[in-house]
């Protein structure tokens, strides 16, 4: 069940891509990142599986190779000789692999490897593809995303020392409280004054 | 930090003798190389104003040299095919679009074709002015294809509204003349009475499609009133390909001929000394088979009006060149007349499609160049590919360069953004970083086949002395339905920021507390003043009745 909606949704995707290429890459440009399809995209040891490259050169063969870049050799594919909506140098490439007998259940990596042509770019190459290979009891956990990075901070650092605005009203506040205690020590002391004066003072003639 | 600013803090810390300074921020968050922290990715095209299915190519990201949170990010909308302003005011964290475009009502489409060539650039001028380069059209013009012209718009209230001037306009223009300009780059010399703004794009020549046909040249045009007008555009190839020596000896004899070579790809730095530096790729038409690539370094003394040539480097079997395009930026460190740095994408040994990011500086003008170096670290035995490699320098000389990485993409069309700094401007470089905190799908969006392909940007970098911002394009929010490309960024902090305002949170009450304790303070100074002034002159004994003052002879 699970098998067979993936190999579905393996077919849309495949188809879509193809006719979007087909359609849209005369409108936008031309070359982007080679890249592999794969139909189905799981499979079980020993089976057979058809490879759909992108943008490969048109001038060289493609070797596609198992786990690594110097893994078993897969098969060679010849670019197709007619453009099929792509133009310039680049080609579609297709073919048959077939997994295998002693793959483990999991993702694999299919290499597609393509030697450099004088005078022309390819961007992508060598270029990895994911399949599963399946198996008695294995799950299909499908495509590995990646890891994510985690526990970055969101918010930056902003100085935590002393500013000029917390200076200043340091200042002021130190200035502040320096009048408050001159103006009470004034008070207190003009009123001390006031006292003494009046217990010195010489009481006048009688009326 | 502005000098306002920078006079008033020095002013406080004088007035109580308390030392303040900027405050290191190694350790927190994701550390590299335990100089830099590394934040989480912020949404910059954070749904406000947003249509379904918007996808933006990867922008070009400016700080504010005047305020370190401050930064624009220009992008192009591809469905849209309109300019785009993100505007942040703190450091990256939150973006604003602005909702004022800057291209003129008569050319809205900013897009282009091309492959790997910017569809815009951005700079900074004095007083907070942005200096917005674009390219403009309309449907009258032929669509993407055909006459293109090429903007300049400036803004100076944080992209509220534009003033926009021609640099070259092509409207109009038919059968062999028509004339297609795609922007290269954009600098500003701030050093003068007036901003100098210098323009780099580059012009092909569509028709006639069949040979012979025009090669693309490299322009240059240059403003001395800050944008308001430009002087006609210079061909900054004119002058190497008159010397016929320059042609290129690979090419067969009967091709090699001035009106078969061009250029293109210009991009551009400024020295403190006013001095223009232009790296321009060759290009060629009815040459076959093309001789291998070439990057030349043209260089101005006066402001852009003539230019003299030499090569930077050439491709070869062991060098793949310039492929997507050099990125050159100056700095005023390491060495007395400052530092030409470059990086771009190729490979030191040619292996199939592979790319990796390369790096070189001259030290003395560009009359001689430092070999390549390598400098993306990953598994040399992968072939994992880095593309569009793209360089900020801080005023502080520290160099960040970021590219799109393939390493992590497990076999998926997937990539990140990866990077690395240099403090020694260039002599050495950190291990690199992973800034992206996500792979992001390749295989929808502006880097699919026949929605973008080969249309993608280098990842955009901006630096000051307390950080760098990355911007980037992302999928992450879209699917094959949507196509959904937005736009994500991330901060490298190596110092504290300072503060919005001279108060800390709550300081406004204890500022209100401190005013009241100083009038309560004044008003008895005042009152006990008052009540000495009523007894004054004499000793402060009051005069009492029933006793005549003494007399004092």
Redesign the interface.
């Known amino acids: 069940m699970l098998r067979g909606s993936i190999r579905r949704w393996t077919l849309a995707v495949g188809g879509a891509a193809l006719a979007s290429l087909a359609a849209a890459a005369s409108a936008w440009g031309c070359a982007s990142v080679a890249s592999l399809d794969f139909n189905p995209g799981v499979a079980p040891p020993g089976s057979q599986v058809e490879v759909l490259v992108t943008f490969t050169n048109k001038d060289k063969p493609v070797e596609l190779r198992w786990d690594s870049v110097n893994g078993p050799l897969l098969a060679t594919i010849e670019p197709a000789t007619f453009s099929e909506g792509l133009h310039g140098n680049w080609r579609f490439a297709k073919g048959t692999i077939t997994v295998p007998d002693n793959a483990p259940s999991g993702p694999h990596i299919v290499v597609a490897s393509q030697e450099a042509v004088a005078g022309t770019a390819t961007w992508g190459m060598p270029a990895r593809g994911l399949l599963q290979v399946s198996g008695a009891g294995s799950p299909v956990v499908g495509q590995p995303t990646g890891s994510t990075a985690t526990g970055r901070p969101m918010e930056l650092v902003s100085e935590d020392s002393v500013g000029a605005g917390e200076l200043a009203l340091v200042g002021l506040g130190a200035a502040g409280i320096t009048l408050f205690v001159g103006g009470v020590g004034l008070v207190v002391v003009t009123a001390r004054r006031d006292r003494k004066a009046a217990a010195a003072t010489v009481p006048g003639p009688s009326a | 930090m502005s000098r306002r ?1 920078a006079a ?2 020095a ?3 004088g ?2 003798l ?1 030392a ?4 290191g ?1 190694a350790g ?3 550390a590299r190389d335990g100089k830099g ?4 990715a ?1 949404f910059v095209t954070n749904g406000k104003d947003e249509v379904p299915g918007h996808s933006y190519t990867s922008p070009v990201v400016i700080v504010d040299p005047d305020d370190p949170r401050k930064l624009y990010a220009a992008a192009v909308e591809i469905r849209t095919e309109a300019c785009v302003l993100f505007r942040s005011s ?2 990256g ?1 939150s973006w604003t679009k602005a909702t004022a475009s800057p291209a003129p009502a008569a050319f809205p489409k900013c897009t282009h ?3 790997f060539v910017p569809m815009s650039a951005v700079a900074m001028g004095r007083e907070g002015t942005l200096y917005y380069f674009h390219i403009g059209w309309d449907a009258q013009d032929g669509g993407r294809s055909e006459n293109r012209s090429v903007f300049l718009a400036r803004t100076r209230d944080f992209g509220e509204t534009w003033e926009s001037t021609p640099v070259n306009v092509n409207r109009g223009k038919t059968g062999d003349d028509i004339e297609k300009n795609v922007p290269s780059d954009l600098v500003v010399d701030t050093s003068g009475e007036q901003d100098v703004v210098i323009v780099s794009y580059t012009a092909s020549y569509p028709n006639p499609s069949t040979p012979p046909t025009r090669p693309g040249q490299p322009f240059v045009a240059t403003s001395t009133d800050g944008g308001r007008t430009f002087g006609p555009p210079v061909n900054i190839s004119t002058s190497w390909y008159d010397n016929a020596a320059n042609l290129p000896s690979e090419a067969p004899e009967g091709a090699r001929k001035k009106e078969n070579f061009g250029g293109s790809g210009s991009n551009l730095a400024v020295a403190g000394d006013g001095a223009i530096y232009a790296t321009w790729n060759r290009s060629q038409a009815n040459v076959t ?2 001789p ?1 690539p070439s990057t030349q370094l043209a260089v101005s003394t006066d402001k852009g009006r003539t230019w003299t040539s030499s090569v930077l480097h050439a491709g070869n079997a062991n060098q ?1 060149g310039p ?1 997507n395009g050099l990125q050159l930026a100056w700095s005023s460190h390491g060495a007395d007349n400052g530092t030409l740095h470059a990086v771009w994408e190729g490979r030191l040994v ?6 990796d990011v390369l790096y070189r500086r001259s030290l003395d003008g560009g009359r001689s160049w430092s070999e390549p170096v390598l400098l993306n670290d990953d598994d040399p ?3 994992f ?1 880095q ?1 569009q490699p793209n360089i900020a320098v801080a005023p502080g000389g520290r160099l960040e360069v970021v590219w799109w990485d ?1 390493r ?7 990539n990140d953004v990866y990077g690395a700094t240099s403090t020694d401007s260039g002599a050495t470089w950190s291990r690199n970083f ?1 800034v ?4 992001i799908n ?2 929808i969006g502006v ?9 993608r940007q280098a990842p955009g970098v901006a630096a000051n002395d307390r ?1 760098s911002v990355v911007v980037w394009d992302d999928t992450r929010n879209g699917d ?1 339905q949507t196509e959904t490309t937005d736009l994500y960024a ?2 490298v ?1 190596y110092e ?9 949170p709550g ?1 406004g009450y ?2 209100a507390a ?2 009241g ?2 009038g ?6 005042i ?3 008052a ?2 002034g009523r007894r004054a002159p004499g000793t ?3 005069a ?4 005549e003052p003494m007399e004092v002879a």
């Open positions: 600013r008033a803090r002013g406080a810390v007035l109580l308390v303040t300074g900027a405050t921020v927190g968050g994701e922290r590394l934040t989480g912020a703190d450091a964290r074709d091309n492959g088979p093309p291998p793949t492929g040619t292996y199939q499609g592979d790319r035995n992968q072939y590919a593309y393939f992590g993409s497990e076999g998926l069309i997937s992973r992206t905190d996500q792979l390749r295989r880097w699919k086949p026949g929605f973008g392909g080969d249309v950080l094959l991330a901060t902090q504290a920021l300072p503060r919005t305002s001279g108060l800390a300081a204890a500022l401190v005013i304790v100083a309560v303070g004044l008003l008895m100074v009152a006990a003043a009540t000495r402060g004994a009051p009492t009745p029933g006793r």
